[in-house]
């Protein structure tokens, strides 16, 4: 990397900081990030220094105790002032950290002009891949003294939780002892609402989800569940080899509905070991993507340390994202006799690519997606070529959601997730394409890509595309599909 553009930026981020940038220096900033997942990482670090200085000056050292904790009154997780029955879930910042917040404005606007022009890479940006829809806040978080098999243990007492501004929900920074962060996921539950969590794994090495609830008083956390990827188990086709007792897809369902008159924090925490781990290998905490983020549907994917590498050479990250992920869907009870009638709706943090595909759109991996069901696409690409793909209403021929290679550098392409709220069972299409590797040009058009089945169990499937390179890897679009029903009893 080039010294005097890491120069440019740090002149530009402490201007940016400091008194706000004019439109030709907030342009050249852009040109400098485009394209350049280094010079991202080194914005990102450079501006979250800025924002934890601005919680540093505006903290007040009398006051780090929780305040639930000098009251003696409600807890966290049951702050008294907090709306109850608001359908938004929506969490900002609140004075005395307006300075704090200004910082993390700046971050996250600048973050989400890149990523909608197409020219942010997601490699080194996972805690912050968009706004959160959640609207309730904790004052404070549990630092981790411990990261096991079953996931993180937290601090118990008071003295233990971080002394931090509000937390909003979303994806959060967590404390670990000795100095060290990690990653983690922060949702409220509002009363007389309800979520389903489906957890599933795609991953060489172990790796466990962990779902606590933040309870604050004299129970930081409660333990709610833990699912893992430790057993035997049928192999998708793409798997490697050597992974050895690991197992695959939809591994865990947890549900939950509040039935109390306050919210109620949850947080969700991946760890892993490395795929080929040493007898002393400690667990590790696993980097998050927020991937969709809806008041309906969220869906998280945790990167562990990458697949085991050649003897001599370092581990790196894939940012594939599927490790480990979670859908969760969110519902309340007056909404199930409120559908609306419609066609299919499409979720997703992506914008769609332009739909210059469909003359390529006939062939390709086609199923039924039932009446008030959702399903949740993701998709991945290990090509060096140009790869793409979408997913298309049969009926309809319209394009619900595509990605491709052309908008993220990234081995993660995104996700999206359709919902059929009708009481009819809808087709839907999934279409690989890509361009011949030895074709250059603009004018170059699209190719069908082969497809193949590579694992399959009830409502969720992995289907891979195959480009012109002729290797039958079947890994250059990998597409995931988890179906799960928007409406049943929950319970936990």
């Keep these: 990397m080039n010294t005097n553009k890491l120069r440019e930026i740090d002149r530009l981020v402490s201007e940016m900081h400091d008194d706000g940038l004019a439109g030709d220096d907030m342009r050249q900033l852009e040109h400098l990030l485009t394209d350049d997942p280094i010079a991202q990482k080194h914005y990102w670090q450079l501006v979250s220094t800025h924002v934890a200085l601005c919680v540093a000056v505006s903290s007040n050292p009398g006051q780090m105790e929780p305040s639930w904790k000098r009251s003696g009154g409600a807890t966290p997780a049951h702050t008294p002032n907090s709306p109850k029955t608001s359908r938004s879930r929506f969490s900002f910042f609140r004075p005395p950290w307006l300075l704090a917040a200004a910082a993390a404005v700046l971050l996250v606007g600048f973050v989400a002009l890149l990523n909608r022009s197409g020219k942010m890479s997601n490699v080194g940006l996972p805690r912050v891949a968009s706004q959160s829809p959640f609207r309730t806040s904790l004052e404070q978080m549990p630092t981790i003294t411990q990261v096991s098999w079953e996931g993180p243990s937290f601090a118990t007492n008071a003295g233990g939780w971080q002394p931090a501004a509000n937390v909003s929900a979303g994806a959060v920074t967590l404390h670990v002892n000795e100095g060290e962060v990690a990653d983690g996921y922060l949702f409220c539950l509002m009363p007389g609402e309800s979520v389903k969590l489906v957890a599933t794994f795609d991953a060489t090495g172990e790796n466990s989800l962990s779902v606590v609830e933040i309870a604050g008083s004299e129970r930081a956390t409660v333990k709610k569940v833990s699912f893992h990827n430790s057993g035997a188990g049928p192999k998708p086709l793409h798997a490697n080899p050597a992974a050895r007792d690991r197992r695959y897809g939809v591994l865990g369902h947890w549900s939950e509905v509040n039935t109390t008159e306050y919210p109620r924090h949850f947080l969700l925490t991946g760890v892993h070991k490395l795929a080929n781990p040493s007898p002393t290998e400690s667990w590790r905490l696993s980097k998050i993507a927020v991937l969709i983020e809806d008041e309906t549907v969220v869906h998280i994917g945790w990167d562990d340390s990458g697949p085991a590498p050649a003897d001599g050479e370092a581990y790196h990250e894939d940012y594939d994202y599927d490790d480990l992920a979670a859908s969760l869907i969110f519902t309340r009870d007056a909404e199930v006799s409120q559908l609306t009638r419609g066609g299919l709706r499409a979720i997703t943090n992506l914008q769609p690519t332009a739909d210059t595909y469909l003359s390529l759109s006939e062939d390709g991996h086609e199923f039924d997606l039932p009446p008030e069901t959702a399903a949740v696409f993701k998709a991945a690409s290990e090509a060096n070529d140009l790869n793409a793909m979408m997913a298309i209403d049969v009926d309809t021929q319209e394009v619900l959601w595509s990605s491709s290679k052309e908008l993220t550098q990234s081995t993660n392409l995104g996700a999206a997730c359709v919902i059929n709220p009708t009481s009819t069972t809808k087709r839907i299409r999934i279409v690989g394409i890509h361009k011949p590797h030895d ?54």
Excluded: C
């Design 439 to 492: 074709s250059k040009g603009p004018g170059v058009p699209w190719r069908v890509s082969a497809f193949k089945t590579l694992y399959e169990q009830p409502r969720f499937f992995i289907v891979g595309f195959d480009d012109s390179v002729e290797d039958s890897d079947f890994n250059d679009v990998r597409v995931s599909v988890l179906m799960t029903p928007m409406f049943e009893q929950h319970g936990t």
